[in-house]
């Protein structure tokens, strides 16, 4: 699954760095839970709660259906 998650956050991860951030995977829980950070601008943008639910989860849960959420660290 690990490497699923990762194949699908490179996908959002150039969206990301267009603007100046990115997200690292700190962990993928056994109950489907995915735990990121978001760093650079992405880390302090007032936006990121929007980006980590509107733009991540939603593209992991799609790519890889054993996802049930994502949360940040």
Known sequence: MQ???E???LKVRSFLQADGGDVELVEITEEG???VKL???CG???MASMTL???IEKTLKEEVPEVKRVEAV
């Open 44 to 46: 302090g943008c007032p």
């Open 7 to 9: 194949k699908a956050l």
């Open 33 to 35: 839970v995915v735990k």
């Open 39 to 41: 760093t650079g601008a």
């Open 3 to 5: 490497e699923k998650v």
């Open 53 to 55: 639910k509107a733009g």
